[in-house]
T-cell receptor
Framework: AQSVTQPDIHITVSEGASLELRCNYSYGATPYLFWYVQSPGQGLQLLLKYFSGDTLVQGIKGFEAEFKRSQSSFNLRKPSVHWSDAAEYFCAVGGVNYGGSQGNLIFGKGTKLSVKP | GAVVSQHPSRVICKSGTSVKIECRSLDFQATTMFWYRQFPKQSLMLMATSNEGSKATYEQGVEKDKFLINHASLTLSTLTVTSAHPEDSSFYIC??????FGQGTRLTVV
């Protein structure tokens, strides 16, 4: 079955430190991969997405993610975290079996990021 | 990215009443929209696919008579929670192709 695993429920990093949020997926075909950020009580903002091509994807707010097919991973990274990055981060997978980029996604359970001053 | 407007952002209703949530695609025509539900501190689960001009497609376990979806135009889909109960309290969020999400609606049934 298709699934997304975010192993870390909660991560705390110091402001200015680097960040890596892990995401592993299970999908039978070429996946479409997404990272979203959600602030409390708010909707989801798309940080970046991967459909094909270069496996290192640049997103908004200084985030990037790398698709590693051999590891079924799509980890999110940021070289220097800002206090405003504190939020919930969701990894999601879609694909041709799920309407492609139409929007039928399977989400991970999310990783809450806290930032220490 | 696409601009998706969802209204209301918060609603409190009495048990037994119905609540309508609107999802609008502001800058392109969306033949398909998706409705998700998010329980507190949980992930998002797809409830249904809203298709313009035809019936919605519901995910397994979602009661189609409780969660009525109407997609009457290319820019508007509505989700009506009928005869709401406290267990329907949740965060409901829609999306369009991208996918891009609306701001979500916090429903509290008292």
């Amino acid at each position: 079955a298709q699934s997304v695993t975010q192993p870390d429920i909660h991560i705390t990093v110091s402001e200015g430190a680097s960040l890596e949020l892990r995401c592993n997926y299970s999908y039978g075909a070429t996946p479409y991969l997404f990272w979203y950020v959600q602030s409390p009580g708010q909707g989801l903002q798309l940080l970046l997405k991967y459909f094909s091509g270069d496996t290192l994807v640049q997103g908004i707010k200084g985030f990037e993610a790398e698709f590693k097919r051999s590891q079924s991973s799509f980890n999110l990274r940021k070289p220097s975290v800002h206090w405003s990055d504190a939020a919930e981060y969701f990894c999601a997978v879609g694909g041709v079996n799920y309407g492609g980029s139409q929007g039928n996604l399977i989400f991970g359970k999310g990783t809450k990021l806290s930032v220490k001053p | 990215g696409a601009v998706v407007s969802q209204h209301p952002s918060r609603v409190i209703c009495k048990s037994g009443t119905s609540v309508k949530i609107e999802c609008r695609s502001l800058d392109f025509q969306a033949t398909t929209m998706f409705w998700y539900r998010q329980f507190p501190k949980q992930s998002l689960m797809l409830m249904a696919t809203s298709n313009e001009g035809s019936k919605a497609t519901y995910e397994q376990g979602v009661e189609k008579d409780k969660f009525l979806i109407n997609h009457a135009s290319l820019t508007l889909s509505t989700l009506t929670v009928t005869s709401a109960h406290p267990e329907d309290s949740s965060f409901y969020i829609c999306s369009v192709r991208g996918p891009f999400f609306g701001q979500g609606t916090r429903l509290t049934v008292v």
